[in-house]
């Protein structure tokens, strides 16, 4: 238990950060209309390819004893590739509205 008290002394700055992003993020999403929510959601889950290719990196670089660093970025790879599918789904389903009907 110590040694989790130690390491969050050490990371207090990063800590911070990361909960001052969250409540940036809440506000901004929660100001776009509701016209806008999902393509930009969209858009913005397709984007997350990024996300693949960092933790594909951090994989690599890891040591095959690094169990941590190797189960998180498993985790990132998994999720980051749904949050891609399921952005191409939703815009695909978004453009089928705008096509003519037979």
């Not at 660093?69 to 990132?76: I, N, Q």
Request: charged share 15%; aromatic share 6%; no cysteine.
């Amino acid at each position: 238990m110590e040694q989790l008290f130690n390491w969050i002394a050490s990371h207090q700055e990063m800590i911070y950060i990361v909960i001052l992003m969250i409540f940036v993020g809440i506000e901004v999403i929660g100001r776009v209309p509701s016209v806008l929510h999902t393509p930009l959601m969209s858009g913005a889950n397709a984007i997350h390819g990024v996300v693949i290719i960092g933790a594909i990196i951090v994989m690599g670089q890891a040591a095959s004893d690094d169990v941590p660093a190797l189960v998180l970025g498993f985790l990132a790879v998994i999720l980051g590739t749904l949050n891609v599918v399921g952005g191409f789904v939703v815009t695909d389903r978004m453009l089928e509205m705008f096509k003519k009907k037979k």
